[in-house]
């Protein structure tokens, strides 16, 4: 309940500085009007509300729209409201970032618990430095190395194995999810290695192997499924850094998601989208930590919240 | 076994100055402990020499390679280092004289009879075509193509459309670059359809400067003469899309993109250094508001803040954003620190050799620069060493998207902006930056490895 309450703080803050930021900025929506006279200018902005004070008249008006989930129409793109945009594109963003995260658990799981099987031998090293190197390069530079890798891919076969970019089939998802989730997968190998490892000394596992267990069943049942809880916690971070992460891969992979929407607003100081997405984005995060938490609460027993 | 019976000789105080083994190992103080830890690890010896010298040549770089990052070389635009930097002068305007030789495209038959030829040489002023006019077209279109054409493929790019009522005759003055091009002349009907395209020919293209040129290059007066040749500026690291030297602009960008990174953690690290011991030391309702704070700046979502800072901030005129990006990276980042010294400083509270100490009668002050702080150090030290990769990635991430640093100022993020957009033909504008990113954030991420384990014993042996 307490989490809840400060979840909601959490996201009215996010729309206020939202809206602070967003008036801080030089220019006005009225701006790009051509040969406004005075007058006219003064009746649009009666027509929309900017004669009236910042606040609190239009703090209260977004607020207000923001509680019915009304985020305005676009700048640039007149004709496009801002609900619009979020109901198109998020979900090509939200499969990209699933898959990411999928692969990046799986990977992470997988390759954590091979070096803690083979600790200090050679799948150990070769992961671990591949580990060093994918939390080291910034996920930019995979992308865009990426990019050059299928391009001379494709150039050597002689016909598109791979899309280099844009959206559509499935072939198109392979690799930009690789990418996406490349460095939460380096980062949860690290994670899954020390924990794996703090759980090969614990006295459950000896037990197990005293009462005769097979090893598979140790390893899967007991070892992996303890192990694996400490890659929860992390999940939040983990969407949270995806999600950003999708920005600048769906920027370089030329994939229609709501992060490229984003940034291009940013860049083209689209108001409303940038207002809508990033309290988009700002709820999505922060109810995404709170239900990981709620997950992790219920998947382990030990784990009471507060 | 009898023993001989003792006698008062056997009492005698020992002597003075008597040889005995030491018993003693020098002393070491933890720092030099951990410094000597440190040393034995190859590793992170090797990382802290990268690190080292990364910091030397970003602050001693300008004053060896004193080129303008942003100075533009038009004559030699995305080059490699090794490329030809030769160029001719000549006179002029370099209009093409009806004397001069004439090259055609050699073998195969051209069933059009256009005959596109050039005349005179190709050179970076001009590449002059001719070709012979048909009865039938009613205009003509001109390609131009940066690769070998196999047949049926575009043509490259088209240059301009020729009218009937002209000669058959293009100067070409766009944009050309030292190279092998490839034209090629497609007739047009009356609807402006393509009917048939000429033969390929093959261009090589000189570098030529005319005489005004070569003196606003600022060649010496002597050497100017139609037919001399100059040597052009050389780039070590070659020149980026904009003919920006490759070299100035990675120093440049490794200013900004280390000052940041190490300023920020820096202060963040600070900070969350003051608030954490004064919420652990303090206890109660300081405690409490620092740390609901704490929660509160944690749930924001960092990445999403940074880019409404950083527009909400607004940059001026003739400013590089680098001042808002600090402040907004430090504002959102120091409650992990907060967090963690406030963490150690209650454990270290309840420590034995705390109480011991007390109950010695040490005096507060002595309690907290001799027991509290060297303790609290290594764990600080660790941070800041791993916070400083983190904060480069934040920055080369905002450059990247364009919300960092604003051009022409450069950064290692903007710089793998800009090369991601020619990486195709011109890897290294892009793999230059990047590598030295992922090296620098490497080097610290294990000298920060090499710190932890150094400082403290027991988080290696898990290891």
Same mark, same amino acid.
């Given at each position: 309940?307490k989490?809840?309450?400060?979840?909601?703080?959490?996201?009215?803050?996010?729309?206020?500085?939202?809206?602070?930021?967003?008036?801080?900025?030089?220019?006005?929506?009225?701006?790009?009007?051509?040969?406004?006279s005075?007058?006219?200018?003064?009746?649009?902005?009666?027509?929309?509300?900017?004669?009236?004070?910042?606040?609190?008249?239009?703090?209260l008006?977004?607020?207000?729209?923001?509680?019915r989930?009304?985020?305005?129409?676009? #700048?640039?793109?007149?004709?496009?409201?801002?609900?619009?945009?979020?109901?198109?594109?998020?979900?090509?963003?939200?499969?990209?970032?699933? *898959?990411?995260?999928?692969?990046?658990?799986?990977?992470?799981?997988? #390759?954590?618990? !091979?070096?803690?099987?083979?600790?200090?031998?050679? =799948?150990?090293? %070769? /992961?671990? %430095?591949?580990?060093?190197?994918?939390?080291?390069?910034?996920?930019?530079?995979?992308?865009?190395l990426?990019?050059?890798g299928?391009?001379?891919?494709?150039?050597?076969?002689?016909?598109?194995?791979? +899309? %280099?970019?844009?959206?559509?089939?499935?072939?198109?998802?392979?690799? =930009?999810?690789?990418?996406l989730?490349?460095?939460?997968?380096?980062?949860?190998?690290?994670?899954?290695?020390?924990?794996?490892?703090?759980?090969?000394?614990?006295?459950?596992?000896?037990?197990?192997?005293?009462?005769?267990?097979?090893?598979?069943?140790?390893?899967?049942?007991?070892?992996?499924?303890?192990?694996?809880?400490?890659?929860?916690?992390?999940?939040?971070?983990a969407?949270?850094?995806?999600?950003?992460?999708?920005?600048?891969?769906?920027? /370089?992979?030329?994939? +229609?998601?709501?992060?490229?929407?984003?940034?291009?607003?940013?860049?083209?100081?689209?108001?409303?989208?940038?207002?809508?997405?990033?309290?988009?984005?700002?709820?999505?995060?922060?109810?995404?930590?709170?239900?990981? @938490?709620?997950?992790?609460?219920?998947?382990?027993?030990?784990?009471?919240?507060? | 076994?009898?023993?001989? +019976? !003792?006698?008062?000789?056997?009492?005698?105080?020992?002597?003075?100055?008597?040889?005995?083994?030491?018993?003693?190992?020098?002393?070491?103080?933890?720092?030099?402990?951990? $410094?000597?830890?440190?040393?034995?690890?190859?590793?992170?010896?090797?990382?802290?020499?990268?690190?080292? &010298?990364?910091?030397?040549?970003?602050?001693?770089?300008?004053?060896? $390679?004193?080129?303008?990052?942003?100075?533009?070389?038009?004559?030699?635009?995305?080059?490699?280092?090794?490329?030809?930097?030769?160029?001719?002068?000549?006179?002029?305007?370099?209009?093409?004289d009806?004397?001069?030789?004439?090259?055609?495209?050699?073998?195969?038959?051209?069933?059009?009879?256009?005959?596109?030829?050039?005349?005179?040489?190709?050179?970076?002023?001009?590449?002059?075509?001719?070709?012979?006019?048909? @009865?039938?077209?009613?205009?003509?279109?001109?390609?131009?193509?940066?690769?070998?054409?196999?047949?049926?493929?575009?043509?490259?790019?088209? !240059?301009?459309?020729?009218?009937?009522?002209?000669?058959?005759?293009?100067?070409?003055?766009?944009?050309?670059?030292?190279?092998?091009?490839?034209?090629?002349?497609?007739?047009?009907?009356?609807?402006?359809?393509?009917?048939a395209?000429?033969?390929?020919?093959?261009?090589?293209v000189?570098?030529?400067?005319?005489?005004?040129?070569?003196?606003?290059?600022?060649?010496?007066?002597?050497?100017?003469?139609p037919?001399?040749?100059?040597?052009?500026?050389?780039? +070590?690291?070659?020149?980026? &899309?904009?003919?920006?030297?490759?070299?100035?602009?990675?120093?440049?960008?490794?200013?900004?993109?280390?000052?940041?990174?190490?300023?920020?953690?820096?202060?963040?690290?600070?900070?969350?250094?003051?608030l954490?011991?004064? &919420?652990?030391?303090?206890?109660?309702?300081?405690?409490?508001?620092?740390?609901?704070?704490?929660?509160?700046?944690?749930?924001?979502?960092?990445?999403?803040?940074?880019?409404?800072?950083?527009?909400?901030?607004?940059?001026?005129?003739?400013?590089?954003?680098?001042?808002?990006?600090?402040?907004?990276?430090?504002?959102?980042?120091?409650?992990?620190?907060?967090?963690l010294?406030?963490?150690?400083?209650?454990?270290?509270?309840?420590?034995?050799?705390?109480?011991?100490?007390?109950?010695?009668?040490?005096?507060?002050?002595? *309690?907290? !620069?001799?027991?509290l702080?060297?303790?609290?150090?290594? %764990?600080?030290?660790?941070?800041?060493?791993?916070?400083?990769?983190?904060?480069? #990635?934040?920055?080369?991430?905002?450059?990247?998207?364009?919300?960092?640093?604003?051009?022409?100022?450069?950064?290692?993020?903007?710089?793998?902006?800009d090369?991601?957009?020619?990486?195709?033909?011109?890897?290294?504008?892009?793999?230059?930056?990047?590598?030295?990113?992922?090296?620098?954030?490497?080097?610290?991420?294990?000298?920060?490895?090499?710190?932890?384990?150094?400082? @403290?014993?027991?988080?290696?042996?898990?290891?």
């Open positions: 309940m989490r809840l309450l400060q979840g909601v703080v959490t996201i009215w803050f996010i729309a206020t500085s939202t809206f602070v930021a967003m008036h801080n900025v030089p220019g006005n929506p009225l701006l790009d009007e051509k040969a406004v005075p007058e006219i200018r003064r009746n649009l902005e009666a027509r929309y509300g900017l004669d009236r004070p910042v606040f609190p008249d239009q703090y008006t977004y607020m207000r729209n923001i509680l989930g009304d985020f305005g129409i676009s #700048f640039t793109q007149r004709n496009r409201r801002v609900n619009d945009i979020l109901r198109e594109h998020f979900p090509v963003s939200a499969i990209l970032g699933i *898959l990411a995260i999928v692969f990046a658990g799986f990977g992470g799981i997988l #390759f954590g618990s !091979l070096t803690a099987v083979y600790r200090n031998r050679l =799948p150990d090293v %070769v /992961i671990m %430095v591949l580990v060093v190197v994918g939390i080291s390069v910034p996920g930019f530079v995979f992308a865009a990426a990019q050059l299928i391009v001379g891919l494709n150039e050597v076969l002689g016909w598109t194995v791979l +899309p %280099v970019a844009g959206w559509g089939t499935l072939r198109h998802l392979i690799i =930009p999810s690789l990418v989730g490349l460095g939460t997968m380096a980062f949860l190998t690290r994670l899954m290695r020390s924990s794996m490892l703090d759980v090969l000394g614990a006295d459950y596992i000896r037990t197990a192997r005293s009462k005769g267990l097979p090893p598979t069943r140790i390893f899967f049942r007991h070892q992996l499924a303890n192990a694996s809880l400490p890659v929860l916690t992390v999940l939040g971070p969407i949270a850094a995806i999600t950003t992460g999708g920005f600048v891969v769906e920027l /370089i992979f030329a994939i +229609p998601g709501l992060g490229r929407y984003f940034v291009e607003a940013v860049q083209q100081l689209d108001y409303t989208v940038i207002m809508g997405t990033t309290v988009f984005y700002g709820t999505f995060l922060v109810v995404m930590v709170l239900v990981v @938490d709620l997950a992790y609460a219920l998947v382990d027993p030990r784990v009471r919240l507060e | 076994m009898a023993r001989a +019976p !003792l006698s008062p000789l056997d009492f005698r105080p020992a002597e003075r100055g008597l040889q005995v083994d030491p018993i003693l190992r020098p002393s070491l103080s933890y720092w030099e402990d951990t $410094w000597r830890r440190l040393r034995g690890n190859r590793r992170a010896t090797l990382a802290l020499v990268v690190v080292i &010298a990364l910091l030397t040549a970003s602050a001693v770089g300008p004053v060896v $390679w004193t080129v303008d990052p942003s100075a533009q070389d038009l004559d030699q635009v995305s080059k490699l280092p090794w490329a030809d930097r030769r160029a001719r002068i000549v006179d002029g305007a370099g209009a093409a009806p004397s001069l030789p004439v090259a055609r495209a050699t073998g195969g038959s051209d069933p059009t009879g256009m005959d596109l030829r050039i005349v005179g040489e190709a050179t970076t002023k001009s590449v002059v075509l001719e070709w012979n006019l048909s @009865d039938l077209a009613s205009g003509y279109r001109v390609y131009r193509h940066i690769d070998a054409i196999a047949g049926g493929e575009p043509l490259g790019l088209p !240059l301009a459309e020729v009218p009937i009522a002209g000669p058959g005759r293009f100067i070409d003055r766009l944009n050309l670059q030292p190279h092998r091009y490839y034209y090629a002349v497609a007739a047009l009907d009356a609807a402006g359809e393509e009917q395209a000429s033969t390929i020919i093959p261009a090589d000189v570098r030529v400067l005319s005489e005004q040129e070569a003196i606003a290059r600022g060649f010496a007066a002597s050497k100017i003469f037919g001399a040749e100059v040597e052009l500026p050389f780039h +070590p690291l070659g020149t980026d &899309a904009l003919g920006r030297d490759m070299l100035a602009r990675l120093i440049h960008g490794s200013r900004v993109s280390l000052f940041i990174g190490i300023a920020a953690p820096w202060f963040y690290v600070m900070i969350g250094v003051g954490g011991s004064l &919420a652990g030391l303090r206890g109660g309702a300081v405690d409490q508001l620092i740390m609901r704070f704490t929660d509160f700046v944690v749930a924001l979502p960092f990445l999403l803040f940074m880019i409404l800072f950083k527009i909400g901030f607004g940059i001026g005129p003739g400013e590089s954003g680098i001042l808002p990006m600090l402040v907004a990276l430090v504002l959102l980042s120091w409650p992990g620190t907060t967090r010294v406030r963490g150690q400083v209650l454990q270290i509270r309840e420590e034995g050799y705390l109480e011991a100490s007390r109950l010695l009668g040490a005096p507060t002050r002595h *309690l907290l !620069l001799h027991h702080v060297p303790n609290v150090m290594g %764990v600080v030290l660790v941070t800041l060493t791993f916070a400083i990769p983190s904060a480069i #990635f934040t920055e080369a991430f905002l450059s990247f998207i364009g919300m960092g640093v604003v051009p022409p100022t450069p950064s290692w993020g903007s710089m793998c902006n090369g991601t957009k020619t990486m195709l033909m011109h890897p290294h504008e892009l793999v230059l930056p990047a590598t030295l990113i992922s090296l620098t954030v490497l080097a610290f991420n294990v000298l920060g490895d090499g710190l932890r384990d150094a400082l @403290d014993a027991r988080l290696r042996s898990r290891e």
